[in-house]
């Protein structure tokens, strides 16, 4: 019997598990009331309290609700004023939306190889790299570089993670970016945040992700004279409704996900050729990290759990030097923008031509935990888990 008829229960990510009509107080009073529209009502509107929840649960000054991360990327950059054609330095191993927001902002996206835990290795920055984008890849808390002007964290895997200082993922940087896709830790189907702690970053995030206005409760549209252009990026109240009853989960999901950690590192296998990859204690543990000994006895372990209902995944897809965005350098525009001013930039910064971050994709398995399920299920899981990595 699979694991997933032996509980009983529908597989679904982390806080997809915790969405409960009964519990959507905020978005029933937007439907009663027949608001939607965030700027349509004369007092604090539900996107404003998503912002202000935000901010108080991750201890950042001031936050922008969003369509997506892709947008509080795109924001987040466009906000240090930059010249078209700049380069980003980005993490090699993300998702190509960070690459994809980079050359819609006009701009350079250049992969930066990674360390053994995946976090862009900051040592082969050039001393006068001005954005980096640094990615907190499945929970892992990455360091920043020091001495960039402008810092960004990619947050959208690592939403209540923590820095050894106490800092929370997203907080540290010039701006943070966090997504709420249905496969994040906490869900709206699609959604963003945008935070930082510099008030001059933020009016300019705030006026461009709202056509450059000046936008008043109950006054819609309003502009000052200085007025520059921009886009709508403006979140709804239903989809605010909806994040504002998944933060009320976030503890919850957070220490869901400790437990389940806990219990599956204790039933793994001992094996030589398969090891656990250490998580700090500021992770968000949203998974098993197992390094194996070759990409024959990964694959074999991808097979094996799926044969069994339990999920996995790797991070080949997330190879951005690999990726035809990257490779290809194709445009829309006819004239190749922005990629027509990239002639003299590099494209990639490694020592190895990423040969030793190739090994370790090719051996490197992500087990996803389940923070929604009660202790006991937790432990069957984990003995599931076991049982089938004994078997390959």
Not at 12 to 24: E, R, T
Not at 296 to 325: G, I
């Amino acid at each position: 019997m699979t694991l997933e008829k032996r509980l009983g229960h529908r597989v679904l990510p982390y806080g997809a598990n915790f969405l409960d009509w009964s519990d959507m107080t905020e978005l029933r009073h937007a439907v009663d009331h027949g608001i939607l529209f965030r700027y349509q009502t004369e007092t604090e509107s539900l996107a404003d309290r998503l912002e202000r929840t935000a901010g108080e649960a991750l201890g950042a000054g001031h936050v922008l609700a969003v369509h997506n991360c892709t947008e509080a990327l795109r924001l987040a950059l466009v906000s240090t004023r930059p010249k078209v054609g700049d380069i980003v330095h980005i993490s090699a191993i993300t998702f190509v939306a960070v690459a994809g927001a980079v050359l819609a902002t006009g701009l350079i996206p250049v992969p930066v190889d990674v360390d053994e835990n995946f976090a862009l290795d900051a040592s082969l920055l050039p001393e006068d790299a001005r954005r980096v984008i640094v990615a907190h890849m499945e929970g892992a808390v990455a360091p920043l570089p020091e001495g960039v002007p402008y810092v960004i964290e990619d947050a959208a895997q690592a939403l209540g993670g923590t820095f050894p200082d106490g800092r929370r993922t997203g907080t540290a940087g010039y701006a943070g970016t966090f997504s709420f896709h249905h496969n994040k830790i906490l869900t709206s189907g699609e959604g963003g945040l945008l935070v930082t702690n510099d008030r001059a970053a933020w009016e300019v995030m705030r006026c461009y992700h709202d056509h450059g206005s000046a936008r008043q409760h109950g006054r819609y549209p309003t502009w000052h004279d200085d007025a520059y252009y921009g886009e709508n990026f403006v979140t709804s109240e239903g989809i605010a409704a909806i994040q504002l009853q998944q933060f009320r989960h976030l503890d919850r999901v957070l220490s869901g996900l400790e437990r389940h950690y806990a219990i599956a590192v204790q039933e793994l296998p001992d094996r030589p050729d398969i090891a656990l990859l250490p998580r700090s204690a500021g992770d968000v543990k949203t998974s098993l990290r197992l390094r194996v000994a070759s990409r024959e006895l990964r694959d074999a372990a991808v097979a094996r759990l799926t044969e069994q209902s339990l999920a996995s995944w790797t991070f080949d897809k997330y190879f951005l030097p690999e990726h035809p965005v990257l490779t290809g350098r194709r445009s829309l525009y006819a004239d190749g923008f922005p990629w027509n001013l990239a002639a003299d930039q590099p494209r990639s910064l490694s020592r190895d031509g990423f040969a030793r971050t190739r090994s370790l994709l090719d051996r490197t398995l992500f087990v996803p935990l389940s923070p929604e399920l009660p202790e006991a299920e937790q432990v069957v899981a984990a003995k599931a888990l076991r049982k089938t990595l004994e078997t390959l």
